[in-house]
Structures are given as structure tokens and as C-alpha cells.
């Protein structure tokens, strides 16, 4: 097997990953591009593994670490993405400017104002949540 085949569909491979994380708006679409950029990755581990003829099998341990590594961070990637859905009910990352909670308006703050009296609505609503 020549070398220049698995090269060539790995940095396909990374291409698509990098278009789909530059790209997209989707915070899971992101996440599927970083794997794939993952992916790319392995597949130039075990190819130059195999043609290096390593006897320790370097590339493929190394594969294994990143593999596991890709999974941990597809959890809590997944799990960041269903907090924030819930927050914010919406995974739009462009939406997403500001960690604080609320409307994300700068001009904002939490300081009370004459509308948020006790006894208004809005206590109503907050302690319906």
C-alpha cells in the first residue's frame, strides 16, 4: 500500500472537519466536524505506523488515546450542548455570544428596576421556573 492514499483521504477528511466547523451553526454539526478532524488524525497514526513498520505499534496506542480522548470530549460536549438548549432554547452558536443568562443584551443588568417591585408579576413568573 503506498502511503499517499491515506494521506490523501485524511487531509479530505480534515478539510471537511475544518469547512464544518468554521461553517456551521449547529453546536452538535461542530461537534460531528471535530470528530471527523479526529478521525482524519487517526487514520495518519495507523497509516504511518503501518509504513514505519513500527514494532512497538506507536501510532496505534497513540490512536487509542485519541480515541478515548474524542469520546470523553463527544460527553461533555453533548452534555454542555443540553444545558445550554435548555437555558437558552436554542443550540445557534452564533446566538451565543455571552455566557450570562437572559436575552444576552450588553445594555442589561440585573439590577432592579421600579417594575421589579415584590409582589409584581415577574416574582410570579420566576417562582413558576
Do not use: C, K
Not at 487531509?11 to 461542530?30: C, D, K, P, Q, W
Amino acid at each position: 500500500m503506498h502511503l499517499a492514499y491515506p494521506a490523501v483521504v485524511a487531509a479530505l477528511l480534515f478539510s471537511i472537519g475544518v469547512y464544518g466547523v468554521l461553517a456551521r451553526r449547529n453546536a452538535i454539526l461542530v461537534l460531528m466536524s471535530v470528530e471527523l478532524m479526529l478521525n482524519a488524525v487517526n487514520l495518519n497514526l495507523v497509516a504511518f505506523d503501518v509504513w514505519f513498520r513500527d514494532r512497538l505499534h506507536g501510532g496505534q496506542v497513540l490512536t487509542l488515546f485519541t480515541i478515548v480522548i474524542a469520546a470523553a470530549e463527544i460527553g461533555l460536549g453533548l452534555a454542555i450542548v443540553l444545558l445550554v438548549y435548555r437555558n437558552r432554547r436554542t443550540i445557534d452558536v452564533d446566538r451565543l455570544r455571552t455566557l450570562a443568562e437572559g436575552t444576552g443584551d450588553p445594555e442589561r443588568t440585573d439590577e432592579p428596576g421600579p417594575a421589579d417591585e415584590p409582589g409584581d408579576a415577574g416574582d410570579l413568573e420566576e417562582a413558576a421556573r
